[in-house]
């Protein structure tokens, strides 16, 4: 064998190992890309479900529907101390066995969680707020008036 094709062939050989595994490794990470916290398929899969267990769809669109899931995610991972992220994770490790149950199910769970559990408080503001501030809900529901506003003169003032 001639020593040019040898090195040709570990090259392409190299360049195919590495076009490989660069092809696997995102098979089981979240959708969305995180610098602090490692989410993986499933932790996201369940806090869809615990973010649409606070707010479930009705007539109006539900959390996971508005994907505040990832907002969840992406909160906790950007604006919270390594503690806060390492509490968050382990609540969430805790709730792996309510994945794939009924709403019902999940609702009576977060309800049985203590008050002051950090996960349960991280969960319940950063999933209100991702709703407060949704695009659904600044074009639906909140009623917007041109700055400066309303000039009511006439207005009685009671003492």
């Known amino acids: 064998m001639k020593r040019r094709t040898a090195i040709k ?15 696997d490794s995102g098979r089981n990470k979240a959708s969305i890309a995180l610098s602090n916290v490692d989410f993986t ?33 992406k909160m906790v991972d950007d604006c919270h101390s390594s503690e806060d992220q390492q509490a968050f994770i382990e609540g969430l490790k805790k709730s792996k066995t309510i994945k794939g149950k009924p709403l019902a199910e ?4 977060l309800t049985s ?23 659904y809900v600044m074009k639906n529901k909140v009623i917007y008036e041109l700055v400066p506003g309303r000039y ?6 009671s003492s």
């Open 41 to 73: 398929k499933d932790d996201e899969e369940l806090l869809a479900q615990l973010v649409e267990s606070i707010i479930p769809e009705t007539d109006s669109p539900g959390a996971r529907s508005l994907k505040l899931h990832l907002f969840v995610m």
């Open 106 to 109: 999940v609702q009576n769970y």
């Open 113 to 135: 969680l203590e008050k002051e559990d950090k996960f349960l408080d991280i969960l319940k503001r950063r999933t209100l707020m991702g709703y407060q501030n949704s695009e």
């Open 9 to 23: 062939q570990l090259f392409i050989l190299a360049g195919g190992i590495a076009i490989a595994t660069a092809c």
């Open 152 to 157: 009511d003169g006439a207005v009685k003032i």
